[in-house]
Structure formats: structure tokens, C-alpha cells
């Protein structure tokens, strides 16, 4: 029997190129905000889930979960790192919502973390190749620009898509991204802008692609009951669906390169365990790592027909305002894309939305929540439904 | 309420410098066999937990979990890759054993790999030093044997130990590995000889330091009910314990650098959920990445008192033959130590025993086992308790 689990507190650290901070710099910030955020003392916390991509490669670090336990004060509790790749953090965030749910722990902190600015592109560049496969991919001269591209290109000719469908991804994002403070861009772009952008791989320019970004996000989970006595003065937000599914790390074994398996089978979960379906969901975070990764994945989360993601987009179905708002954070692509955080971002930005304290960018009347987030080339998904609870 | 688990399929490569077999090869080699050994069709396999710990470094290859599920023909399962430095293995098996013990799933594949004879000694080197903090350790010039000699030589001093305490845990775990196919050591050494090595941090030489090893381990896992239906051939392997418990991740800040804390606590986790003490234990694995670290674990786990663990292995207690066996497979100092593996590798070994499949190096009468496996100095540490049924 499951127990009703809550995320009681968030704290994220502003995205983008901070040099000015280390990645103990980001974990204590964040993780700070959060545990405040929540009102539960840190000895209370039981148990800390970190997720995190690639600091072996990019910051000499591996270890995190006992790295961020120390910087944080955390004396000798249970620590675990977690990577999925892009996923990393939407994984962290399930392992601890269901030691929750299943009794383990009542305190769990989550975290996610990646610093990546300090290095060169190129290096930058390896560390994220090491999420496809090495072997029959990267070694090959596959990148996950090109790899995407290729599914692009391959939608755009199943479904007719226009080039434009792409690039109205990037303007939406971008501007919903003016209205989140912690947003790494704060930038309109136009889809003229995004077309004659500096190529990357055909059909991508630049602005098709997410940013590299340094940022932490932590968040409290503990039970419904437990949250309860905690917060009277604002809305109880519920963690009340996870699904988790994967698939082949080569894109070449995949079923079909316009829908992602493992999407449509931990959404399934996720609607399952949570008894809602997509027509009630109020808004989305999904994973738009490239432009057309958040028009697949929306389709494939049952938020509208196959092949009518990009006339969802261009009809304005997506908007904060529209019936379907999808990414009111400005996503991965304008607010940035801090791997190991990425996951738990989403979390945070749903946590804001139900909580009604999203300002600028508040969806109306938002009560459910989901948050969709991939690892390679949709080789992990996990989905997660939030409820704002009365 | 907890379901009540079972071990029951493992499989292992040989330990050592694989030179013919990639990272792939050694997943599919290990994961096959114990699949095969625990009789589960693939098909019922629901969840993958992969323990690894600086692949992403030595191989460029992230994601761990996609690329195992895919190399094994695990179609559309849930992967997750845990990392906590040397004790990566350990917790992927508790992550594991809690999902099924917890219902989450039925049937869950545990493994760790790790490859590393490829890289020059540099490289290693630097990989297995992202496991301290970087920036106060590392960055300073510490290494892992460094970091376990200040410890080494704070304990002699405290408890008066002759140095030949430490070179007879090195003499054993050789000793014992002759008796272990798939152990890397075959060759028998003496106390002279390790008090004449090369000499690598005072007071150890290079025969007091566990080995650079390829190698990769898998276990399945599912209820005890279902597992006997399974198996009537062999003896029913149960875990019927497990603790998890944390320390700083920078020795300076630990209370005590003669007593693990990490340890002591998750001992006493494992203890308390398996209804078990110290004196019941028939045979333990001991995480022995340096001579040192094996005595120290030794006492905190209960089996002799502090300041006691080198005498105890002076007089014999832990031989196979003795009244409390450490390290029967030859331990990481002599059976290897492929990091992400190492934790599992502990749990195969305990299993083998329990099974009475241990060949010349069987326990006898061996009914309950322990596994112990840390990471870091001692920043991570996972204990579980294995029982044989009947």
C-alpha cells in the first residue's frame, strides 16, 4: 500500500553561464532554498537521492550524493547518485518519491546538479556524447544534434511538418522564458531569427537546440499527512503518478524514430497510477532538448494526435494562455539545460504552477501538473503527474 | 509490510586485465549467466539497476542502464544507474532489493560492471580519485592510498599494531583467491614479501592495495514465494538485510579515521532488519580495498573489538577455516576490485557460499553471510545480510 507522497519545498539556483560558482556552490544554494522552502529541519532528512550526468568527466567529481550531504550539513544519512543521462534528475526524483510512498523514509531530499560552463565546447561536447552509444554512435562521429536531426527529418517527412513548426518551438520558449527570472535566456527571437540561425545539423540552427547551462535544483518530499501540519498558508502540492520506461540506447534499434516508446509506456504509468488522463492535465514540462523532441513527446504523451504536435504549437494550443500550455518555464531551451538538474527543473517549475506563485507566467487555474523527462535519444523516460491538492 | 527476497540467479565474469573484452562483453557475459542461472525468462524481467562507477571517464560511455538493458535484449525496461564511488555495486543491490521487497516489481535484474585495464595507470589513476573531493583532496595531491595510509598509521599509533598485522590480511586474501577461479590473483605471497614491495604511501606497499580489474557481476532478484517455485535443486538463497548510511566525503572531517561511522551504522540497519548479531555471521566479504580498511571493517561491523581486527587475523579467526571467515573469494585485494562491480561481487561470493557451491574455498555449515562494501574513504557504505533457507 502506498502512502500519499508531497513535494514541501523547492529551491533552484538561476541557470546559465555562472562562473562565478562551483558546484558546491550551486548544491548549497539550491539545497538551501529547498530545505528552507519546506520547513523541515534538516535532521529530519532521512535520505538524499542527487541526480547528476556527467561532473566524473566535467568537473573531476564523481561521488555526489556524499559530496552534497557534506556541503549541505547533512550528518551521515543515506546517499545515492543517480544517472540516466538527461533523465538523471526525473529519476532521482521517482527513486525518492516512492521511498516515500513505500515507506522507507519520511524526509527525503532530491537533488539535481551539473556544471558545465567552465569547460570547452569540445569537451562539453564529449561529456554529452557519452550518453549515446559509444561504440556504433559516437565513435562514429554521431552527435545528439545529428542523431535528433535525423528524427527530424524523418517526422517532418512522415507528417509534411513545415520547417517553421521547428522554429515556433524556440520563439514560444523564448518567450516564456522573459518571463521566468531564473531563465538562462532572456531573448525573443522571431522564426525568421530561428531559420537563418548558424546551422548545426540540418534542419537545426542553433536556436533548435537547448543551451549548456550550469544549475541545481532541490526539492522535500515527505507524506501528504506529514505536509499538512507543515504549510497552512499555501497550497499542498501531491506527487501523484510516476512512470518510468526506457529503450534502446542506439537509435538505429528503435521501433520508429517519430514516436518514442519509452514516453508513451511511462506516461501510461504515470496516468495509471494517478487516475487522470491527458485531457485533464493543465499544463506540461516536456523535454524539449531539441525543437522537435517537445512536439514528438507531446503527441506521445497523449496531449494531441500524432503528427499534430507542430499545428498544436502554431495554433497557439501551447501558450501559457492556450489550452495545453507547454513549457511555461521557457524548457530546456530557454531556460537551460543543466543535465543532472534538468529533471527536477521541470519538477520545480510544476511545483510553482500549482502553487499559484508563478507570477508572470501562471497558468490559470492550474491543478494538475506533469513532467516529462528524457535520457538519450528516449532511451529512459520518466513522466510525473503533481496535483495541487484543494 | 516488506516482501521477503531471494537471490536467485547470479553470474560473474573472471576478474582481471580483460584486454579481449570490451564493456559490452563483460555486461553480457555476466548478465547472461545469471540470468540463465536464475531460470527468470527475460521476458519477466521488470526493472534494471546498474551499478557503475566512472565509465563515463575511462570509457566515455554514460547511461549505463539503456546500454546494459539493450546489450542484454531487455526490451522497454526501467534501467537506473547508481553510482557512490567504490560502493556503487552494494547500492544498486539495495535499490533493487527494496523495489521487489517493497512490490514495486517482481523480477529485478541487479549488475555492476566496471572496465578499466585499458587506460594507463594516469588515467585510473585520476578516475578513482574523482571518488574524493576534488577540490580539497585531490586537487591537493591525494590519492586513495595516500588518504588510507594517514589512516593506516593513525591506527597503529592508536592501538600499538604491528605493520605485519596489515601484510597478513594480504597473505590470506592471496591465499584464499588460489581457491577462486575467476579471482585475478593466483599467486601465493608472504609477509616479507609485502614489507619488501614497492612501496606506494607509508605504510603500504603495492601488496597492501586492492587491483585495477575489469569485470562485471549480475544477480537476479524476486520474492522468496516465487523463488521457490523456482528452484528445488539447490538451496534458497534469501537477503534478509540491508543498511545504508553515509559520512563526509572528506576525511578531515570525519569524527574519527579509526572507526567508520558509515559502517557502524548501516551494520546496525542490517542487523536490525534481519533480527541477526555479529556472532551469528558464518562468513563475511569485507570491503578490503587496502589491508588497512579490511581490519578497520572488521571491528565496526562487530566481529572483534576495536583495535583487535589485526590480531584476530594473526591468530587465524578469519581464514576459511577460523571462527569468523573474511573474505573467502580473495576479497578486492586479491579477487579484484572492478569498482562499479566490486559490491556485487561480494554478494555473488556470499551467495556461492551459502549455496555450499563454493568448491575448496566452501565455508562450512555456512548458513548467514554479510556483505560490506564502501565508497570512498568510507563516505558510502552498504551492508546486506543473506541467509540460506533450510
Do not use: W
Amino acid at each position: 500500500m502506498m502512502r500519499e507522497v508531497a513535494v514541501v519545498g523547492i529551491g533552484e539556483t538561476r541557470f546559465g553561464n555562472l562562473a562565478e560558482s562551483s558546484l558546491r556552490d550551486l548544491i548549497r544554494e539550491a539545497g538551501e532554498k529547498a530545505i528552507a522552502d519546506s520547513g523541515v529541519p534538516k535532521e529530519s532528512l532521512q535520505a538524499l537521492y542527487v541526480g547528476n550526468f556527467n561532473s566524473s568527466f566535467l568537473c573531476g567529481q564523481s561521488h555526489l550524493g556524499a559530496l552534497t550531504a557534506e556541503e549541505l550539513g547533512l550528518k551521515n544519512i543515506p546517499t545515492t547518485r543517480i544517472e540516466n543521462a538527461c533523465a538523471s534528475g526525473g529519476l532521482a526524483f521517482r527513486t525518492g518519491m516512492l521511498m516515500v510512498a513505500l515507506g522507507v523514509y519520511d524526509f527525503v531530499l532530491v537533488g539535481g546538479v551539473e556544471k558545465m560552463t567552465h569547460q570547452e565546447t569540445e569537451i562539453v561536447t564529449s561529456a554529452l556524447a557519452s550518453a549515446a552509444d559509444s561504440d556504433s554512435e559516437t565513435e562514429l562521429g554521431a552527435t545528439f544534434p545529428s542523431l535528433f536531426a535525423m528524427i527530424a527529418n524523418r517526422y517532418m517527412h512522415e507528417f509534411n511538418t513545415p520547417r517553421e513548426h521547428l522554429a515556433m518551438v524556440a520563439v514560444q520558449n523564448h518567450d516564456n522564458a522573459l518571463l521566468n527570472p531564473d531563465a538562462q535566456m532572456h531573448k525573443k527571437i522571431t522564426v525568421e531569427k530561428v531559420l537563418s540561425g548558424f546551422p548545426v545539423a540540418s534542419p537545426f540552427t542553433i536556436y533548435d537546440c537547448s543551451l549548456i547551462s550550469d544549475g541545481a535544483v532541490f526539492v522535500v518530499l515527505t507524506t501528504k499527512e506529514i505536509a499538512k501540519s507543515l504549510h497552512s498558508e499555501r497550497p499542498l502540492v501531491e506527487a501523484i503518478g510516476s512512470g518510468h520506461s526506457g529503450d534502446s540506447i542506439r537509435l538505429a534499434l528503435k521501433k520508429s524514430l517519430t514516436t518514442f516508446d519509452a514516453t508513451v509506456q511511462a506516461a501510461k504509468q504515470a496516468y495509471e497510477m494517478s487516475g487522470v488522463g491527458p485531457e485533464d492535465i493543465d499544463l506540461a514540462e516536456v523535454h524539449d532538448c531539441f525543437t522537435i523532441t517537445q512536439i514528438i513527446n507531446s503527441e506521445d504523451l497523449g496531449f494531441f494526435d500524432k503528427g499534430k504536435g507542430g499545428f498544436a504549437v502554431e495554433n497557439g494550443l501551447t501558450r501559457i494562455d492556450g489550452d495545453m500550455p507547454i513549457n511555461p518555464s521557457g524548457g530546456l531551451k530557454a531556460k537551460g539545460h543543466p543535465i543532472g538538474a534538468t529533471g527536477l527543473s521541470q519538477i520545480y517549475e510544476v511545483v510553482m504552477q500549482l502553487r499559484g506563485e508563478a507570477g508572470e507566467r501562471q497558468v490559470r487555474n492550474a491543478r494538475l501538473g506533469l513532467a516529462h523527462n528524457i535520457g538519450g535519444t528516449a532511451a529512459t523516460c520518466c513522466v510525473h503527474i503533481l496535483r495541487r491538492d484543494g
